[in-house]
């Protein structure tokens, strides 16, 4: 089975500074996605970003990025520029890629960030 | 309307009632998720419905009975619930035939049982 593990349970960041987010998994599987939602507090999860295992380049969206270690099997978030509107929890979440899967997501215990002024 | 909606919003019943969560998605969609979020866990996948058909129970208490009518809505019923049994319960649809597609989720019903 796999596992996310979240090891940050909050994190603060200045607004307008860079903050990065810590996510690392378990997996046997060698083909499958990574995922980082945001929950802000209306409690609706919102896809951030996405990352294709098969994929060496590091998935880039705007202000966030991130930096995917498939070997180390890390997948951390970065907020560049954060915003006020960027405070929320975030989740980092695993699906396997496996034909004829629904999407079954696993997530990690989440981060909960605070921007500050 | 678009997206996944879910009612209601907040929901307090007591150990002894029966009551029902709803979820529409207007996505066109083909399956549909039931996950529970408890305060510092991680989200647990509850029930799986893949055209309608349920393809994943993840050992959930027979006090939570899913119902999936059609691919457009999926029903939570609850009769008999325990105190820890209070959460926000998620619904979440995806296109299964299409591995790259995001989940999208509802806002969730806060569930509080007393």
Known sequence: AQTVT?????MSV???ETVTLSCTYDTSESDYYLFWYKQPPSRQMILVIRQEAYKQQNAT???FSVNFQK???SFSLKISDSQLGDAAMYFCAYR??????ASKLTFGTGTRLQVTL | ETGVTQTPRHLVMGMTNKKSLKCEQHLGHNAMYWYK???KKPLELMFVYNFKEQTENNSVPSRFSPECPNSSHLFLHLHTLQPEDSALYLCASSQVSQLNTEAFFG???????V
């Open chain 1, 6 to 10: 979240q090891s940050q349970p909050e």
């Open chain 1, 14 to 16: 200045q607004e307008a």
């Open chain 1, 61 to 63: 969206e705007n202000r």
């Open chain 1, 71 to 73: 070997a180390a099997k």
């Open chain 1, 96 to 101: 396997s890629a496996r034909a004829g899967t």
């Open chain 2, 37 to 39: 979020q408890s305060a």
């Open chain 2, 107 to 113: 806002q969730g019903t806060r569930l509080t049982v």
